[in-house]
C-alpha cells in the first residue's frame, strides 16, 4: 500500500454432454430420478493410483428401481463403470475404473481432462439417464500439507509484496491462517495488532474464502488516525497445486472507508 493512496482516500451447471449410449439410455427426464450428493473429493488429480471421487445416491421416497449403473464420458467416449443397489452410500468410483472402463491408457489421461459421471435407472424396461451426475477434472496432486509454509506474494492491484507464513489450524488442516507481520511490513503499517488472517478451503473445489479480520486499529502511520478497523476479508479466491499458489481477491476497509477489491497471489517457496 503507498501512503500517497491513503493521502488521497483521506482527502476524498446444468451439464451438457454428446450421448454416445442411444440404446442403453432410451429416455431423459422420465422414470425415477435419483439424487445425488456432492462428491467428496470432486476431482481426480495426475496420481492415478491414488484418485477417486465417493458420493451417495438417494431415490425419492417411495421409489423403487430395477437397476442402477454407474456410467462415465469423456468427450464422445461412454461405458457403464458398474451396477448400484439404490439407494447407496459411499459409492467409490476410481480413476483406474474410469480409464479401463472407457479403454483409455494411462498415457491419455492428462490434467484438465474432464470426465462426466451419471447414474443410470431401469424401471419397466425404461432406461433414464437422469440429472444425477457431475463433472470430474483431472487436477494435480494434493495434499494438505501443500498449504502451508512461507510464501511469497504479490498485488500488483493493491501495490504491495512480501513474505508470509501461513499455518494450519490444529483441527482442520482446510483452514489456514497468514501470519500479518508479512502483511504489514508490505503495507507500511508498524500498529498491527497481531492477528492472523483466516482463510477457508473447500477441499472438494479448492475454493478459498475467509472472515474479515482486523489487522490494525488505525491508519494513524499514514495520519488517518480516524481510519479504524483496518481489515482485509478474503471474498474469492482458490488454491492451486500445479503451480503451489493461491489466488485470492481481499476486500480491503476500514469501519468509514471501503477501498475495495484487489488480487493477491502467494506463492510457496
Not at 427426464?29 to 471421487?53: H, Q, W
Not at 495520519?223 to 481481499?250: E, L, Q, W
Request: hydrophobic share 35%; charged share 15%; net charge negative.
Amino acid at each position: 500500500m503507498k501512503k500517497y493512496f491513503f493521502t488521497i482516500v483521506a482527502v476524498l451447471l446444468i451439464i451438457s454432454c454428446k450421448n454416445t449410449n442411444e440404446n442403453l439410455v432410451q429416455d431423459r427426464g422420465l422414470g425415477v430420478v435419483p439424487s445425488i450428493s456432492d462428491p467428496s473429493p470432486a476431482y481426480f488429480t495426475d496420481n492415478i493410483d491414488e484418485s477417486y471421487v465417493q458420493f451417495d445416491v438417494a431415490l425419492p421416497q417411495g421409489e423403487t428401481v430395477d437397476n442402477a449403473a454407474i456410467e462415465v464420458t469423456r468427450g464422445s467416449q461412454s461405458a457403464i463403470i458398474k451396477d448400484i443397489t439404490l439407494p447407496a452410500t459411499g459409492v467409490k468410483v476410481t480413476a483406474s475404473e474410469v480409464l479401463q472402463a472407457l479403454k483409455i491408457s494411462a498415457s491419455d489421461y492428462n490434467l484438465g481432462d474432464i470426465y462426466t459421471l451419471y447414474v443410470l435407472t431401469t424401471k419397466n424396461g425404461v432406461t433414464t439417464r437422469s440429472t444425477a451426475a457431475f463433472q470430474i477434472p483431472v487436477v494435480c496432486y494434493f495434499d494438505p500439507s501443500m498449504l502451508v509454509g512461507t510464501f511469497d506474494y504479490n498485488s500488483d492491484d493493491w501495490g504491495i509484496s512480501g513474505t508470509v507464513t501461513i499455518t494450519a489450524d490444529p483441527n482442520d488442516p482446510y483452514k489456514v491462517y497468514i501470519d500479518q507481520t508479512g502483511i504489514m511490513q508490505g503495507e507500511g503499517i508498524s500498529n498491527g495488532n497481531g492477528n492472523s488472517i483466516e482463510l477457508d478451503i473447500n477441499p472438494n473445489n479448492f475454493k478459498v474464502t475467509g472472515p474479515q479480520t482486523i489487522l490494525a486499529p488505525d491508519l494513524s502511520d499514514f495520519d488517518m488516525a480516524k481510519y479504524t478497523n483496518y481489515s482485509y476479508t478474503p471474498v474469492a479466491g482458490s488454491y492451486s497445486a500445479c503451480d503451489g499458489a493461491y489466488t485470492i481477491t481481499f476486500d480491503i476497509s476500514t469501519s468509514i472507508y471501503d477501498f475495495g477489491n484487489y488480487v493477491f497471489v502467494f506463492t510457496g517457496k
